[in-house]
């Protein structure tokens, strides 16, 4: 939790967030993710500094266990000083203990987002899904909250002036965006209206450029001039090179590839889960992601 420090900004954990994305579709599969297609309602989180603090953490957790589907998980809210923003006991269940920070007695309305993070942690405990490291577990549930519809509460809660921060999570805001946009572009959302936070909005729009420039690599037919360029030369450096691997420009997300039985395969992440393709290199070609379902159009 960034509480007055400096935030961190960019893409820097953009690798892990992207296998997050593939491993949510492998552990749960397209129809499990597509079960959550509604994201949780500003309203069902809502926390007014009129409401009791005790009665309505256990609302709001009560509401997030109902959106991550928990029936049988009951959430036990209580508030201490500490560093982090919150912690969670990873017990065998049903009751599981949420500690959070102190600040949240006089900074309520980030209690969903704080909350959402280690409901989070639950979920993902109960589907025995987990990155080795501290690191990357973090980033995997921050990433899964945000895919599953309820990380844009944790985006809201990023605010920054000239004389104060606060940010929750492990992901950058550029990179919460992004996984939110992701999210929007598979579900046709547009979480930009509930935002309360102006720079979690301009988060949110540079990370949508992200996600939207994923559609755009080649050999995608949605690239531009330039990537169908670079595309060409390293294709044609392949198929020169026939019987051998070829290594693509250090820019690319491609990667050239023989195939004893037919002619030479390209293969390319999926840009809505990331999960490799691999078609053959032969013009314009209708791919079909197996782990998402997506059509995409190639030209190889």
């Not at 953009?14 to 994201?39: G, M």
Request: include cysteine.
């Amino acid at each position: 939790m960034a509480n007055g420090g400096p935030v961190k900004h960019g893409y820097p954990h953009l690798e892990t967030v992207r296998t997050a994305v593939t491993a949510l579709y492998k552990r749960l599969s397209y129809d499990t993710v597509h079960t959550f297609a509604a994201s949780m309602a500003p309203a069902d989180v809502a926390f007014c500094d009129t409401d009791d603090l005790y009665l309505g953490a256990q609302r709001v957790a009560r509401e997030l266990v109902r959106h991550f589907r928990l029936p049988d998980a009951r959430m036990i809210v209580s508030f201490r000083e500490m560093e982090h923003a919150a912690s969670v006991e990873l017990a065998a269940g049903p009751e599981y203990f949420i500690e959070l920070n102190d600040r949240f007695r006089t900074h309520r309305r980030d209690i969903g987002a704080a909350l959402a993070h280690e409901v989070m942690h639950v979920y993902l405990h109960r589907l025995d899904l987990s990155f080795p490291g501290t690191r990357d577990n973090e980033i995997l549930t921050d990433t899964a909250t945000t895919y599953l519809g309820a990380g844009w509460l944790l985006l809201d809660a990023y605010r920054e002036d000239a004389s104060s921060s606060q940010k929750l999570g492990y992901l950058t805001p550029e990179e919460f965006g992004y996984v939110l946009a992701k999210r929007a572009l598979v579900f046709g959302e547009d979480p930009a209206t509930w935002f309360t936070s102006p720079q979690a909005y301009t988060a949110y729009t540079r990370g949508l450029a992200r996600a939207r420039d994923d559609e755009r690599q080649p050999p995608l037919t949605a690239a531009g001039w330039a990537g169908r360029r670079r595309y060409a030369k390293d294709r044609r450096h392949a198929q020169d090179r026939a019987g051998t691997a070829t290594p693509p420009s250090p820019e690319a997300s491609y990667a050239f590839a023989p195939d004893g039985r037919g002619p030479l395969r390209v293969s390319f992440p999926c840009p809505t889960c990331h999960q490799r393709i691999r078609v053959p290199v032969r013009g314009r070609v209708r791919a079909r992601c197996g782990l998402c379902r997506t059509v995409l159009e190639c030209d190889t």
